[in-house]
Every structure is written in structure tokens, then in C-alpha cells.
């Protein structure tokens, strides 16, 4: 007996998605399976990485111009709502200033995620608070720049 390797992965795959599809939003499943801005990005002026209850750990890099995030990435080795969560945070705060950034909380990833299982809403706050942690480390490398400006 024979099997077709691709046929199955491919039947696997299908199978995955219809299960996905009886916990998690399509949004959800879009921005997990098609993630956005995943991976380092160049010339970040602001990283931050945090560890959940969960013991997973998203990474969020944010580059600072002109008072706006122009461009920002996200690494996560935990589960694929971390990949939702992070793929969705950094779409939202593109060209946002930092005080719009720091104003974009759970709740609001949460919702434009179209809702969570009870049991994953905490990555929401991991991405939030890994967003943070970036943008404290901006405004410290920042402070420092202007210190040096000024002298
Ligand atoms: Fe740990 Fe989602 S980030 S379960």
C-alpha cells in the first residue's frame, strides 16, 4: 500500500483549520496562518520581550521616527494566538504615535481579534505588555539621544 504524502499532509492541514474554525475567529485564523510583520526588523529603536504566565514569550521591535512607529515586528515562540496577538498589535500601531501606542490595551487587541477563547485572551495581554516593554526601551535610548544632543 502506497501513501501519497502531499494528499495527506494536505487532508491533515484541511482537518487543522476545520477544528481552528470551531474555536477561533476567521480573523484569528487569518493573522495566525498569514502572519504580519513576524521577524526582526532593521534599525529598531525600542525592544521588548516579556514571558507570560503561560511561560511563552513574545518579542515586539518598533522603529521610532518622528514621533510615530513606522515600522515594527514580533517574534513568539508560544501558541498560535501569540501569533495572532502579535500579527494584529503591530498592524495596529502602525503610524501611531507613542502616547496612541500606550493608549491600545487588551481589551482592544481582543476585540479587533473578534474575541478570544476564554482560555487564550491572556496572550492578548502578553502582546500588550511586550508592546510596553518596547516602548520604555524607546523612550530610554531616546532620553539618552537627546542627552547627547544636547551636550
Ligand atoms: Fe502562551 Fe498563548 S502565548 S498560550
Known amino acids: 500500500m502506497s501513501v501519497d504524502i502531499d494528499e495527506l499532509a494536505e487532508k491533515l492541514e484541511t482537518q487543522v ?10 480573523t484569528v485564523i487569518e493573522y ?3 502572519p504580519r510583520n513576524v521577524g526582526e526588523i532593521s534599525d ?18 518598533i522603529r521610532v521616527e518622528d514621533g510615530r512607529i513606522r515600522e515594527s515586528g514580533f517574534l513568539t515562540d508560544g501558541c498560535g494566538t501569540s501569533i495572532a496577538c502579535g500579527s494584529m498589535l503591530t498592524e495596529m500601531i502602525k503610524d501611531k504615535t ?54
Open 17 to 26: 483549520l476545520e477544528d481552528a474554525r470551531g474555536v477561533f475567529s476567521e
Open 32 to 34: 495566525a496562518y498569514n
Open 44 to 61: 529598531a529603536n525600542g525592544v521588548g520581550k516579556i514571558t507570560g504566565i503561560c511561560g511563552d514569550t513574545v518579542q515586539i521591535q
Open 98 to 151: 507613542i502616547e496612541e501606542a500606550l493608549m491600545i490595551n487588551s481589551g482592544d487587541l481582543l476585540r479587533s481579534l473578534d474575541g478570544l477563547p476564554e482560555e487564550y485572551v491572556h496572550c492578548t495581554v502578553l502582546a500588550v505588555d511586550a508592546l510596553h516593554a518596547a516602548i520604555d526601551d524607546y523612550r530610554t535610548n531616546f532620553r539618552t539621544t537627546r542627552q547627547t544632543y544636547a551636550r
